[in-house]
Nanobody
Framework: QVPLVESGGGLVQPGGSLRLSCAVS??????MGWFRQAPGKEREFVAA????????VYADSVKGRFTISRDNAKNTMYLQMKSLKPEDTAVYYC?????????????????WGQGTQVTVSS
């Protein structure tokens, strides 16, 4: 059973909004994060959240535009994305780790979802 399943990706015009979801099943995590990978580029950190406190961490490129959150009752993490730009186009992955440190480093995460495509284009 895949413990992390993303949803909510799609095609949106520049300036538009999308909300990504990451449903967690079968386990709990100390922290979770969102990463993205555009064609020909390395996977990069987007945002992370410490599950117990809800404390967020953001990449500079998305601060003020993206909001990460979690719903304990639904065991689901979200990424609300606003003011989307063409450079936000990528496959977005959610990830989970037992720890709460180095959350901007993809190697800190043990579990990954399958990814969901976000395309920002007019």
């Amino acid at each position: 059973q895949v413990p992390l399943v993303e949803s909510g990706g799609g095609l949106v015009q520049p300036g538009g909004s999308l909300r990504l979801s990451c449903a967690v099943s079968g386990r709990t995590f100390g922290s979770m994060g969102w990463f993205r990978q555009a064609p020909g580029k390395e996977r990069e950190f987007v945002a992370a959240i410490i599950w117990s406190s809800g404390s967020p961490v953001y990449a500079d490129s998305v601060k003020g535009r993206f909001t990460i959150s979690r719903d304990n009752a639904k065991n689901t993490m979200y990424l609300q994305m606003k003011s989307l730009k063409p450079e936000d186009t990528a496959v977005y992955y959610c990830a989970g780790t037992q720890g709460i440190y180095q959350l901007m480093n993809s190697r800190a995460y043990d579990y990954w979802g399958q990814g969901t495509q976000v395309t920002v284009s007019s």
